[in-house]
């Protein structure tokens, strides 16, 4: 129990956090009633932990010493205190709330402008290395296996700049946004700088990747060596229909042709196959070249694009129809294997029949179990021999060496009828 001097003291404590409590929750509610932050640096914003725990400690103190005076009431605790007090705790627990949803939107703010700037730095990173990349590629007398080799890694950087356009106008979205929420006009005009230096650099490397698909279209008009690659798959397909129809489509049984000629057609038909991927790889080539939104109407009326379409088309279709009658004739020329190696050849039926029927006689029947009875027993006969060589060949001694060696009577201490090397010393 607390007396009344104690009771007292209580109470005057409790009127001093009270007025303690209310002017901190005071200077929290002046800070909540300001916009959230969005400064770029999160140290220009106020620390809203502090004031919580500030305004938290005195909030305990105040139910502690609510929670002694009413264990121990009496006539000098006046009612208001106790509404006050009341009123204080239900005051504190609303501006906590207040203040922490305030403060996880300043961190979702600050979050937010943390993953723009990333974002900013890895696409401006992303824009400068494309541009050094593209500046600094060179066309001059490429055959067309480099040439395809250029053009693929064209087109790869073509879908890059296609994927990072979205990204782009996602930024400069974010970035309006943010520039218009800043207090600061040093962090506005910031963002606008940055956001500048980056649709200039887009603007750049676009420009740049058009001129150079430009040039590449140029090239693979002009090339001549497409002209010689294309000239020799004509001659090549016109020699390959010529020797396709030099294979006859019957044979007779047991023809010795036949393996020769299922090689050779073989390899033409896979000679076949890798022309047609050459050639559906240069007729994707050209279409992503020459394609049309980026191919202006003088280069879709020139005449050599369009020559050079027509003989791909063709080249492709005269190969297609090669493999077909080559896989014809592969199919009928693997049959006939198949048989002959199933069915033997006449000559050989001839004289396996004749050896199998030919009569077996004793004597050749005694001959076959001779021979097998020596096959089995001459080996053992073989190591019998030599372990009784071997026998033969240990050396013998004297007898009566070999009996001393052998009895060792004659080194005890017993006493001896004989002694063979002399009586011991007495």
């Known amino acids: 129990e607390v007396d009344d001097s104690g009771q007292k003291e209580y109470i005057r404590d409790l009127l001093a956090a009270l007025d303690e409590a209310e002017e901190r929750i005071d200077s929290?509610?002046?800070?909540?009633?300001?916009?959230t932050p969005t400064e770029i640096d999160e140290n220009n914003g106020p620390n809203y932990s502090r004031l919580l725990a500030a305004c938290r400690s005195s909030i305990d103190v105040i139910q502690h010493l609510n929670n002694i005076l009413s264990e121990n009431p009496s006539h000098g605790s006046s009612e208001c205190i106790k509404i006050r007090t009341?009123?204080?705790?239900?005051?504190?627990?609303?501006?906590?709330?207040?203040?922490?949803?305030?403060?996880?939107?300043?961190?979702?703010?600050?979050?937010?402008?943390?993953?723009?700037?990333?974002?900013?730095?890895?696409?401006?990173?992303?824009?400068l290395d494309?541009?050094?990349?593209?500046?600094?590629?060179?066309?001059?007398?490429?055959?067309?296996?480099k040439f395809i080799v250029e053009l693929q890694k064209h087109k790869a950087l073509i879908t890059e700049i296609g994927g990072y356009k979205k990204s782009i106008l996602t930024l400069n979205a974010a970035g309006q946004n943010l520039s218009s929420v800043f207090k600061s006009k040093n962090n506005?005009?910031?963002?606008?700088?940055?956001?500048?230096?980056?649709?200039?650099?887009?603007?750049?490397?676009?420009?740049?990747?058009?001129?150079?698909?430009?040039?590449?279209?140029?090239?693979?008009?002009?090339?001549?060596?497409?002209?010689?690659?294309?000239s020799e798959m004509e001659l090549w397909l016109?020699?390959?229909?010529?020797?396709?129809?030099?294979?006859?489509?019957?044979?007779?049984?047991?023809?010795?042709r036949i393996y020769d000629l299922h090689t050779?057609?073989?390899?033409?038909?896979?000679?076949?196959?890798?022309?047609?991927?050459?050639?559906?790889?240069?007729?994707?080539?050209?279409?992503?070249l020459f394609d049309d939104e980026t191919m202006d109407e003088e280069k879709k009326s020139d005449t050599r694009y369009m020559e050079i379409q027509s003989r791909l088309s063709c080249i492709l279709k005269e190969s297609e129809e090669l493999q077909t009658e080559c896989s014809e004739r592969l199919s009928i020329l693997s049959k006939l294997l198949l048989a002959n190696r199933i069915s033997p050849l006449p000559e050989e039926q001839a004289n396996d029949s004749s050896e199998e029927n030919r009569p077996p006689t004793k004597i050749r029947q005694c001959c076959q179990y001779l021979v097998r009875v020596a096959r089995a027993s001459i080996p053992l006969q073989a190591i019998l021999l030599l372990l009784l060589g071997a026998a033969f060949l240990i050396p013998r001694d004297e007898e009566e060496i070999s009996c001393r060696l052998s009895n060792n009577f004659a080194s005890s201490l017993n006493t001896m009828?004989?002694?063979?090397?002399?009586p011991p010393p007495v």
């Open 188 to 230: 506005s005009d910031s963002i606008k700088i940055k956001l500048k230096a980056v649709n200039d650099h887009w603007d750049k490397l676009c420009l740049v990747a058009l001129e150079w698909q430009n040039k590449l279209q140029s090239e693979f008009l002009k090339s001549e060596d497409l002209k010689k690659t294309l």
């Open 28 to 35: 929290l509610e002046v800070v909540l009633s300001e916009p």
């Open 86 to 127: 009341e009123g204080m705790i239900n005051r504190w627990e609303k501006i906590e709330n207040a203040t922490l949803d305030k403060e996880l939107r300043a961190m979702k703010r600050f979050e937010k402008w943390q993953q723009f700037c990333l974002e900013l730095k890895n696409i401006e990173k992303w824009l």
């Open 130 to 145: 494309s541009l050094q990349l593209l500046t600094s590629q060179t066309m001059s007398d490429v055959n067309i296996e």
């Open 417 to 422: 009828l004989r002694y063979p090397d002399g």
């Open 238 to 256: 016109k020699e390959s229909r010529e020797r396709l129809l030099a294979v006859p489509l019957k044979y007779k049984k047991g023809d010795k």
């Open 264 to 288: 050779e057609v073989f390899a033409l038909n896979q000679q076949l196959e890798n022309c047609s991927q050459q050639v559906q790889l240069l007729l994707n080539v050209s279409d992503q």
